[in-house]
């Protein structure tokens, strides 16, 4: 079975008919992109909570279809990812005006994903206005949240 035949019949399963749904497969590096393609209406059934059903979806995928450890499988459903990734850069905007108008920590107030992480401390690192501030993360598994703070001296 392919990546794209489990994952059009998984949609097929959910109810969706096989023309709405769309694949696109793109090999980057050492990456699998994978894109799926559905009606706006149904996208939530796919997506999730901030996600999180989107990244379980990935994680399924990557534990039947991994062929090594150097290709690492990214699923991505109604160009989500990068919907996601300028929201998280607008926040960490906000955040930086916040943190240097006065504020002394900014947190962000739900669960991050790593990689959603990752993307925060990315869009600090290339803002030349918040060359001042760091992002760190504290606490554990679900109760980890990121703050932006001023540089410790």
């Known amino acids: 079975m392919t990546t794209q035949t489990f994952l059009t019949q998984l949609c097929e399963h959910c109810g969706l008919a096989s023309a709405d749904i769309g ?6 590096v050492n990456t699998k992109q994978i894109t799926i393609t559905v009606p ?9 909570f901030h996600g999180e059903t989107l990244d379980s979806l990935q994680r399924l995928t990557r534990i039947i279809f991994q062929e090594s450890a150097e290709e690492k499988i990214v699923l991505n459903v109604n160009d989500y990812r990068e ?7 607008e926040m960490t905007a ?14 962000f107030h739900s669960y991050l994903p790593a990689y959603e992480r990752f993307i925060i401390h990315t ?6 206005e918040a060359a001042e501030l760091e992002s760190i993360s504290v606490g554990d598994g679900k109760d980890r949240r990121l703050q932006i703070q001023r540089k410790q001296a």
């Open 23 to 28: 694949y696109a497969e793109e090999q980057v």
């Open 83 to 89: 919907q996601r990734e300028v929201r998280l850069r």
């Open 123 to 128: 869009a600090l690192g290339e803002m030349p």
């Open 40 to 48: 706006e209406e149904d996208s939530g059934l796919f997506i999730g």
């Open 94 to 107: 906000e955040a930086v005006e916040r943190v240097l108008s006065g504020d002394a920590v900014y947190t």
